[in-house]
């Protein structure tokens, strides 16, 4: 099919989005079976994109009796989010509820698009009664603060427990906080691997599941749920940070492998309690379009969204975004405080270009319609920016080659996006800076 056939399908197709009703807009290309929905973005510090995420969720919650928002953040860092939403916490202000949130990039999480969505979500569950919605995380970068959380829980409920974690976990102290130091030595038998301590804690953990999780109903069940989640982190993210240096597409596996197994254990702990196990997904493009549909699944990249389409098939749908120009907050260098990029015009070939040039600016499209799956078949150029924004080199740093139909149920497209506003100004300058490291997501 030609470009201008296609753009034809395009302005046939497309939903435009108004600004007052996006969230229910969004709503109509969500199969009604599904109960998981996964919420990609192209880049993890534009606006537009965490506006129009929130609004789907809040429709989702609202009409559809979604209960879980599962994240692309540390789990212990969320878990203090989702004691604030359900009322288990005293702190006044929602900003303070995100202070756990001290890894770069915080701004990722510390803006003001997700203090307004968890003020909504506290007064949601305020009026919820049992069936409070739950905000949780999916990643595995919180080694040390969660071996920290396992070892407080068991200091309350099995202190000679305790005591035996303590030691388990002094394997990691040489290197003190720094993770990755350990991961380079580990990797190269310069530091013995403290594998066998962190399986042997989460088993050690597990086999006493039944006593720690029934000594007071569903407190006691939920206390034992964080506490074993927290030591799968510890046990997941020694493995993450040792493959870090092997090179390849080991470690990216690892970590999206990882968040599938949390995403399975969310939808089983809520069905065993009883609560909503249907669970809206916030993540990067990357790790949520169906990467066999992708470039790096043809390099042996695995994914988020591959894995859960494979296990909740149609259950399972997959909402992606676009963005043609624009700003966008990111930082020139990893562990930098962020700056205000400016976002340069999508390549010719990709789909944000075909996208810009359909002339509709702000829109979704269901791409499960056969003949909007024919048009846009591909493949295609595609554009991923994460934390980390290199213009200087857009080809080779932010492009892969994509076909879109079968990464996504659908595509949100907003033609010029503007930067997401974190909460400290220090956190981010308003200047254009030269990129000199590899994208993040």
């Known amino acids: 099919m030609s470009?201008?056939?296609?753009?034809?399908?395009?302005?046939?197709?497309?939903?435009?989005?108004?600004?007052?009703?996006?969230?229910?807009?969004?709503?109509?290309?969500?199969?009604?079976?599904?109960?998981?929905?996964?919420?990609?973005e192209?880049?993890?510090?534009?606006?537009?994109?965490?506006?129009?995420?929130?609004?789907?969720?809040?429709?989702?919650?609202?009409?559809?009796?979604?209960?879980?928002?599962?994240v692309e953040a540390d789990w212990p860092d969320a878990y203090r989010v989702n004691r604030w939403v359900r009322g288990l916490r005293t702190e006044a202000f929602a900003e303070e509820a995100l202070d756990d949130f001290t890894r770069f990039p915080r701004w990722m999480w510390r803006n003001h698009e997700v203090v307004r969505f968890i003020r909504w979500l506290r007064d949601w569950n305020d009026r919820a009664g049992d069936a409070k919605i739950a905000f949780l995380g999916l990643d595995l970068y919180s080694l040390h603060r969660s071996m920290a959380q396992v070892v407080e829980y068991l200091d309350r409920v099995d202190p000679a427990a305790a005591r035996r974690a303590r030691q388990g976990y002094a394997c990691f102290d040489a290197f003190g906080d720094d993770v990755q130091s350990y991961g380079?030595?580990?990797?190269?038998?310069?530091?013995?691997?403290?594998?066998?301590?962190?399986?042997?804690?989460?088993?050690?953990?597990?086999?006493r599941a039944a006593e720690y999780a029934s000594r007071d109903g569903h407190i006691a069940d939920d206390d034992y749920f964080v506490a074993e989640q927290n030591a799968r982190v510890v046990r997941n993210a020694e493995v993450y940070y040792r493959a870090m240096f092997r090179g390849g597409v080991e470690s990216w596996n690892i970590r999206d492998e990882h968040m599938m197994a949390t995403l399975e254990t969310l939808v089983d702990h809520a069905t065993r309690s009883g609560r909503s196990a249907k669970t809206i997904v916030w993540a990067h493009n990357s790790h949520l379009g169906d990467a066999r549909a992708t470039s790096m699944g043809d390099s042996g990249e695995l994914?988020?969204?591959?894995?859960?389409?494979?296990?909740?098939?149609?259950?399972?749908?997959?909402?992606?975004?676009t963005t043609h120009e624009g700003e966008v907050t990111a930082t020139h260098e990893w562990d930098e405080p962020a700056a205000l990029r400016t976002v340069q015009p999508s390549l010719r070939g990709s789909y944000e270009r075909l996208f810009h040039d359909s002339g509709v600016s702000t829109f979704v499209l269901p791409l499960d319609e056969a003949v909007v799956a024919s048009a846009l078949a591909g493949p295609r150029r595609e554009r991923a920016i994460g934390v980390i924004y290199r213009?200087?080199?857009?080809?080779?740093?932010?492009?892969?080659?994509?076909?879109?139909?079968?990464?996504?149920?659908?595509?949100?497209?907003?033609?010029?996006?503007?930067?997401?506003?974190?909460?400290?100004r220090w956190g981010r300058h308003d200047i254009d800076l030269p990129e000199t490291y590899p994208t993040g997501v």
């Open 303 to 321: 994914n988020l969204g591959q894995l859960a389409k494979e296990r909740f098939g149609d259950a399972c749908c997959a909402i992606g975004m």
């Open 42 to 70: 192209a880049t993890h510090g534009t606006y537009e994109f965490y506006r129009y995420r929130a609004d789907l969720t809040r429709a989702l919650i609202e009409q559809r009796g979604f209960g879980i928002v599962a």
């Open 391 to 424: 213009p200087e080199t857009e080809r080779a740093s932010h492009y892969f080659a994509a076909r879109l139909p079968q990464q996504f149920s659908a595509v949100v497209h907003v033609d010029r996006t503007h930067a997401l506003e974190p909460l400290e």
């Open 3 to 40: 470009d201008e056939a296609t753009l034809e399908v395009i302005r046939q197709h497309a939903r435009r989005l108004d600004d007052g009703d996006a969230g229910y807009q969004l709503l109509e290309v969500v199969a009604p079976q599904a109960s998981v929905v996964l919420i990609g």
């Open 184 to 207: 380079f030595a580990a990797s190269l038998n310069m530091q013995r691997s403290c594998e066998d301590e962190a399986v042997t804690q989460l088993v050690d953990l597990q086999r």
